[in-house]
C-alpha cells in the first residue's frame, strides 16, 4: 500500500472548518483512501474513504485531487470532541484489510 | 447494531505468564483483525482473519498467535509474556463486502 505523509499537528478555532491534508503521491490505480480517527484511550473510528470522487457523510467530507496524488479531510463544523489523532491511509481495494497506520495528524480544536 | 466487544478490558500479568483476549465482532461480520498500540511503536498490525483462516499476519514473533471461530468470534493468545508486550490490544471488524474497519474498545494489558 502506498505511503501518506501527514501534518505532525494542527490547531482549529471551535465552530470553524478543518482541513485535513494528506500527500499520498505513490498512490496506485485500485488503491482507496481512507480516514480514521483516535480519540485519546479509545479504539480508531472510522470516519470516510473515497476512490477518485469527492465523499460525504455524516462525519466529514473528503477532496481528492484530480491526480488522485493528495487528499483533504474537512470536519465542517469542529468541536472540542474533534479532539483527535486523524489517521490516513491507502488501501488497496482487494486483498488483506490491513491497515498502516502512521502517525497521523494531532488536531487540537481551540475554544 | 452492537459495537466490537473486548474482554477483557484490563489485564495485568506477570513475565512469562500467557494471556488470552478475545473479541465479539459486530453481527454479520466475517473479518477480524488484530492491533497493537504502544507509545513508542505506535499502532502496529498483528493478524487478520476471514471466515476462520488466517488472511495475513504482521511482523510479530510466534509468540503471538490467534484464531477465530465459526461464529466469527477471535481470540488472540500470547505466550511467555515480556515486560514489552504491554500495551493497548485492539480488535476491528468488517463485514468482508465493505472494506471499512470497526475497533473495539481494546484490552490495556500490563506485563509485570
Known amino acids: 500500500d502506498a505511503k501518506t505523509t501527514q501534518p505532525t499537528s494542527m490547531d482549529c478555532a471551535e465552530g470553524r472548518a478543518a482541513n485535513l491534508p494528506c500527500n499520498h503521491s505513490?498512490?496506485?490505480?485500485?488503491?482507496?483512501v481512507y480516514w480514521y480517527r483516535q480519540i485519546h484511550s479509545q479504539g480508531p473510528q472510522y470516519i470516510i474513504h473515497g476512490l477518485k470522487n469527492n465523499e460525504t457523510n455524516e462525519m466529514a467530507s473528503l477532496i481528492i485531487t484530480e491526480d488522485r496524488k493528495s487528499s483533504t479531510l474537512i470536519l465542517p463544523h469542529a468541536t472540542l470532541r474533534d479532539t483527535a489523532v486523524y489517521y490516513c491511509i491507502a488501501l488497496s481495494g482487494a486483498g488483506s484489510y490491513q491497515l498502516t497506520f502512521g502517525k497521523g495528524t494531532k488536531l487540537s480544536v481551540i475554544p | 447494531k452492537a459495537g466490537v466487544t473486548q474482554t477483557p478490558r484490563y489485564l495485568i500479568k506477570t513475565r512469562g505468564q500467557q494471556v488470552t483476549l478475545s473479541c465479539s465482532p459486530i453481527?454479520?461480520?466475517?473479518?477480524v483483525s488484530w492491533y497493537q498500540q504502544t507509545p513508542g511503536q505506535g499502532l502496529q498490525f498483528l493478524f487478520e482473519?476471514?471466515?476462520?483462516?488466517?488472511?495475513n499476519k504482521g511482523n510479530f514473533p510466534g509468540r503471538f498467535s490467534g484464531r477465530q471461530f465459526s461464529n466469527s468470534r477471535s481470540e488472540m493468545n500470547v505466550s511467555t509474556l515480556e515486560l514489552g508486550d504491554s500495551a493497548l490490544y485492539l480488535c476491528?471488524?468488517?463485514?468482508?463486502?465493505?472494506?471499512?474497519?470497526?475497533f473495539g474498545p481494546g484490552t490495556r494489558l500490563t506485563v509485570t
Open positions: 482473519y476471514f471466515s476462520e483462516t488466517q488472511r
Open positions: 476491528a471488524s468488517s463485514s468482508g463486502t465493505g472494506r471499512e474497519q470497526y
Open positions: 453481527s454479520g461480520h466475517r473479518s
Open positions: 505513490t498512490i496506485s490505480g485500485n488503491e482507496y
